[in-house]
């Protein structure tokens, strides 16, 4: 009889990756906390991630915010991928240019309306 050793096979739903990058949309530096997922200036992103800080995902295309919503923890950014068009949600970061938050979600209020 084979007995669970407790160690599961599947990997961790979020890893932790500390790293800087630039912006490929806007071009800013951006400083990694093991955290960041976008660029705090233009909010835009990379998909790279199946799992959140796994770099597995091999789209590696922009991830454009296209709206933002509000939730009990803050708020939450919504992307859209410009090459496979995968919607996915994240959570904004205090360093985030509150100003282009406020754009993304007038944008995609004015879009409904």
């Known amino acids: 009889m084979i007995q669970n050793s407790g ?9 932790r990756k500390i790293e ?13 906390n093991g955290f960041t997922d976008h660029c705090p200036k233009c909010l835009w992103g990379k998909h790279v991630d199946i799992n959140p800080g796994d770099r597995e995902e091999k789209c590696g295309g922009a991830m454009r915010p296209v709206s933002v919503e509000k939730t009990n ?13 995968k ?12 100003d282009v938050l406020v754009r993304i979600s007038k944008i995609a209020s004015d879009s409904i309306l």
């Open 73 to 85: 923890r803050g708020f939450d950014i919504i992307y859209r991928c410009e090459r496979c068009l």
């Open 87 to 98: 919607i996915t949600r994240n959570k904004s970061a205090k360093d985030d240019d509150f």
């Open 20 to 32: 800087d990058f630039q912006c490929e949309k806007c071009d800013f530096s951006v400083k990694g």
């Open 7 to 15: 160690i599961s096979s599947s990997k961790k739903k979020f890893q």
